[in-house]
């Protein structure tokens, strides 16, 4: 029987808009407050309790009721309350089903689109050992990763979370800088093979601490460590997730912890895109696979850092690199072909190196069914669209990725893309202003600006974003346009809007606008080149 001491020792909790307070037997939402009865407390928290399974009438009145006998209409009346209770807090959040003969089942039509939003900040490094830094960052990186694998919770992006690092914000800023409920914080501690991590989850709506848990662990047990981490937020956060949904989390451990250091120490060089550290992680993710070879965030990592070899042409043998790449990333998929995280780097390495968008859009796809709050995976995606040519659901996308990721370095990246996805939509002001809004350059951005201001009647802005091009590419523009766009119609589209830029005279379709955008858009001037590998128009 669930007592009315169990109910008083129950934390508060909210299913979207709606904030239950057990303890208190309070419902609150958009429709006002309602203090519930106590057994209609008891029913409703077991059938959401159930996360979506049947709950039979003989268990309602067994855990309700216990042994008081009470007939059927205490059950329909309890049932009835809770219906119209929750509807009118929240309207259409929360449906009962009845089952003839059987029960009922509570389902929440929230899950759809309106997922508990979460953070978790840069953990504090307590052995203040500089050397170990690296291992704590990996660690918060695995963490969220496994968050993500929890269909029910929409986690911020790694690099959104490590761009507060230092920056001595509370979990309160930092969860409206991000734009999220809850944010998980701790630190770490490594002594040799022993590792303490103690972590806090803090609701910032009521700014309380609604749990926390410190774990010792021996080095061996690192993804044990990460799982159970991921397993007890998940369920602290939103008590209705559903077990199936909650074992998405679990993944295979990693036996070689060499090879996981090693890993850890390759990922900051391959992300700064520059030859010698992207050389230097190729090096060290060699020795990796070589006491790991079936380390499939290895195998695809290594990909990655072939293609942006054989992409920027940093090796005389491209080919042999290209060749290399295509191998890793075939076994990638062999031997982690559920992580989305390694989907999203194979998605983007075969369209580096083999130019199969085909596939890159099924990966993607196919990342995002399993982890839906992957920030990288959308943003992969809306590229794989932009250069199939269908901008509508590049920006989608892409938006979606800007979101899940909405103040990293990546973030500026993604934003200058959605602009790309906009002048393939013909929007060409709009496009302008969200490319403008960037630092991110890269020589296909320069030939989409070039056409933008072709199209706007701008031929000297367009004529220095060629210039810019140029100095910065071995190909002619319309080598790079014919060697980098795969679809036809993208390439009709640069290539017009570069040739109503190179006219001497204002001309082109948008002549009549060129007044009023010169007035209010400011052409960018001196941009940095972005980090990225991926240069796409």
């Not at 630190?187 to 022993?194: A, E, K, P």
């Not at 850092?305 to 998929?333: T, Y």
């Not at 399993?370 to 901008?391: E, K, M, Q, T, Y």
């Amino acid at each position: 029987m669930l007592k009315l001491t169990d109910l008083a020792a129950r934390a508060d909790f909210d299913i979207g808009s709606l904030h239950i307070s057990p303890a208190r037997r309070l419902i609150e939402g958009p429709g006002g407050s309602i203090r519930v009865e106590p057994i209609v407390m008891k029913v409703f928290m077991v059938l959401l309790e159930a996360g979506g399974r049947v709950v039979t009438r003989d268990e309602l009145f067994g855990i309700a009721w216990g042994c008081v006998v009470v007939g059927d209409d205490s059950l329909n009346r309890a049932i009835g309350q809770v219906r119209r209770i929750a509807g009118e807090a929240a309207p259409g959040l929360i449906e009962i089903e009845t089952i003839p003969r059987t029960g009922y089942r509570l389902t929440l039509t929230w899950l759809a689109g309106e997922l508990p939003t979460i953070a978790v900040l840069p953990f504090a490094n307590s052995g203040g050992n500089p050397d170990q830094q690296y291992f704590v960052e990996g660690m918060v990186d695995e963490i969220i990763s496994a968050l993500t694998r929890v269909r029910a919770l929409l986690v911020i992006s790694y690099e959104s979370s490590a761009a507060l690092n230092g920056k001595g914000t509370d979990a309160k800023q930092a969860a409206a800088q991000v734009g999220v409920r809850y944010i998980l914080n701790g630190s770490v501690r490594r002594n040799g093979s022993h590792i303490r991590v103690s972590t806090k989850l803090v609701d910032t709506r009521h700014s309380v601490q609604i749990w926390s848990e410190s774990f010792d662990y021996e080095l061996k047990d690192i993804f044990e460590l990460q799982d159970r981490i991921a397993l007890e937020v998940a369920a602290a956060i939103e008590p209705s997730v559903h077990d199936a949904e909650v074992r998405r989390v679990a993944r295979e451990p990693v036996d070689n912890l060499g090879a996981y250091d090693l890993y850890l120490r390759a990922a900051p060089l391959r992300a700064t895109c520059r030859k010698a550290e992207v050389m230097e992680a190729l090096d060290l993710l060699e020795r990796a696979l070589e006491l790991d070879p079936n380390f499939g965030p290895a195998l695809a990592q290594s990909a990655g850092c072939h293609s942006q070899v054989f992409e920027n042409g940093w090796n005389g043998n491209g080919q042999w690199h290209r060749r290399q790449g295509l191998a890793l990333a075939e076994r990638a998929l062999r031997h982690a072909g559920e992580d989305a995280a390694v989907l999203a780097q194979v998605a983007n390495a075969v369209m580096d190196l083999d130019g199969n968008v085909a596939q890159a859009i099924a990966l993607t796809g196919r990342a995002i069914a399993i982890n839906p709050g992957c920030a990288r995976a959308w943003f992969v995606s809306g590229l794989a669209h932009l250069l199939d040519d269908d901008p509508d659901v590049a920006v989608q996308h892409l938006q979606t990725a800007a979101r899940l990721d909405p103040i990293s370095a990546m973030n500026d990246v993604i934003r200058a893309h959605i602009g790309v996805g906009l002048f393939l939509k013909r929007d060409w002001e709009g496009a302008l202003s969200a490319i403008c809004a960037t630092s991110h350059r890269t020589i296909r951005i320069h030939l989409t600006l070039a056409a933008i201001y072709g199209y706007l009647s701008m031929p000297q802005e367009s004529q220095k974003e060629i210039a810019l091009f140029r100095a910065r590419s071995p190909l002619s523009v319309e080598d790079m346009i014919e060697a980098g766009i795969p679809q036809a119609a993208s390439r009709m589209l640069l290539l017009e809007g570069i040739r109503l830029g190179r006219a001497s005279r204002p001309s082109g379709p948008c002549l009549k606008n060129r007044g009023r955008r010169a007035a209010s858009l400011q052409p960018y001037r001196s941009g940095s080149a972005s980090p990225q590998s991926r240069e796409l128009p």
